[in-house]
């Protein structure tokens, strides 16, 4: 049986997009570009480790379209989305004349997609780009909505640019070569999405999560495609975050200054840092009477039924005191007129944007998390 593939239209008027999802869709990559070519050219970036897995499928099916490419890859990890690197991508794109009537095309995780989605918005002042997202992490979250950009010395994502994609392919089952920690860490991503406004996916979550860990590519087709109707839905509503997107940022407090602690290293990977940071925060909204005293353990029962991180003791080595890392929290860029804003809840399924949220009540829960260590 031929598999089924989804498609979620991004409607942002002039700036609409759609993302297709399901088993397969690499191989129909040159098919589903062809609209959007004005001359049979596209480039390709990619990293090592993605690209020793999907690159070669990939131009073979550019060629049998007859679809002139170059390719390039960049070393695999965070350290890649730097200066470095993004001069090094629009370089070769501009040795390769790719010019507007052209594609670029990003394929790999959330790193090449946010680098090289960067470097197209600032390619002859913007050239079109498709995102072929091969991480569960960016087939449901960072590869929809156009949020581009680089870290530097200063912090991460500081410099980047809205550039919404031509085109995402979403591909179920390049998942299978991803190692399961990572497979888990988008997973964290997806978690986010039924907290942070669909308590039946939630729920359905709770129920085919262990299947879709196991490989199920049913399973991961809902997943994803849920998640991606769900940011879909937030981006086309507020496409630059002065409102509702910042909802996609529940957990993101705490895991940014988890991260920030961590190093950006192996200890503790992004998809983690949203999982413990979801956890935290329902804690935090419960504490504050928010929500209802079930709802943070049931959050942790998920997240632990799936052999995910759930608490900071799930964190190897030493972390800084609650005191530090709230000061760490408070560097957080979305702190607006040095108030700390928090996403927290009042369901599962019901997330809202706090303004005033108590120092002490942030305070009194990492002091407990980190003594639970
Ligand atoms: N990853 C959060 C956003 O796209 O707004």
């Not at 989305?81 to 629009?90: C, E, M, Q, V």
Request: hydrophobic content about 45%.
């Amino acid at each position: 049986m031929k598999p089924i593939h989804q498609t979620v239209r991004v409607d942002l008027g002039a700036r609409s997009y759609d993302v297709v999802i399901g088993e397969g869709v690499l191989n129909g990559a040159a098919e589903a570009m062809a609209p959007f070519l004005r001359r049979k050219k596209v480039a390709v970036i990619s990293d090592e480790t993605v690209a020793s897995f999907h690159l070669s499928a990939l131009l073979a099916n550019l060629d049998d379209a007859g679809i002139e490419h170059a390719s390039l890859s960049l070393p695999s990890g965070e350290g890649t989305k730097d200066w470095a690197n993004l001069a090094r991508a629009t370089e070769f794109l501009l040795e390769q004349k790719i010019e507007r009537r052209d594609l670029v095309v990003a394929l790999g995780g959330g790193v090449i997609g946010d680098l090289i989605g960067f470097s197209s918005a600032i390619l002859r002042r913007g050239v079109r780009f498709v995102q072929i997202p091969t991480s569960l992490l960016a087939q449901v979250d960072s590869s929809v909505g156009g949020k581009t950009g680089i870290n530097t010395a200063q912090g991460k994502n500081l410099v980047g640019a809205f550039h919404q994609p031509t085109l995402v392919l979403a591909d179920i089952a390049v998942l299978d070569t991803l190692p399961k920690r990572d497979l888990l860490s988008g997973y964290g991503e997806v978690v986010k999405y039924g907290l942070l406004g669909d308590e039946a996916f939630f729920t359905w979550l709770e129920e085919h999560g262990p299947a879709l860990a196991r490989g199920d590519r049913a399973a991961r087709q809902h997943a994803v495609l849920r998640s991606v109707q769900m940011k879909a839905g937030i981006v086309e509503r507020d496409e630059t975050e002065e409102g509702e997107r910042a909802l996609l940022n529940l957990g993101h407090t705490f895991c940014h200054a988890l991260e920030k602690a961590t190093g950006y290293s192996d200890r503790l990977l992004h998809g983690e840092g949203v999982a413990i940071g979801c956890a935290l925060a329902f804690e935090l909204s419960m504490r504050l009477g928010l929500c209802a005293q079930e709802a943070p353990s049931r959050v942790r029962h998920h997240l632990k039924s799936m052999g995910m991180k759930t608490d900071l003791a799930d964190i190897s080595g030493d972390l800084p005191s609650a005191e530090s890392l709230m000061g760490l929290m408070a560097q957080d860029k979305k702190v607006i007129d040095g108030r700390l804003r928090f996403i927290l809840a009042k369901a599962i399924g019901s997330a809202f944007v706090a303004e005033h949220v108590p120092a002490d009540a942030v305070l009194s829960v990492m002091t407990d998390a980190l003594a639970g260590r």
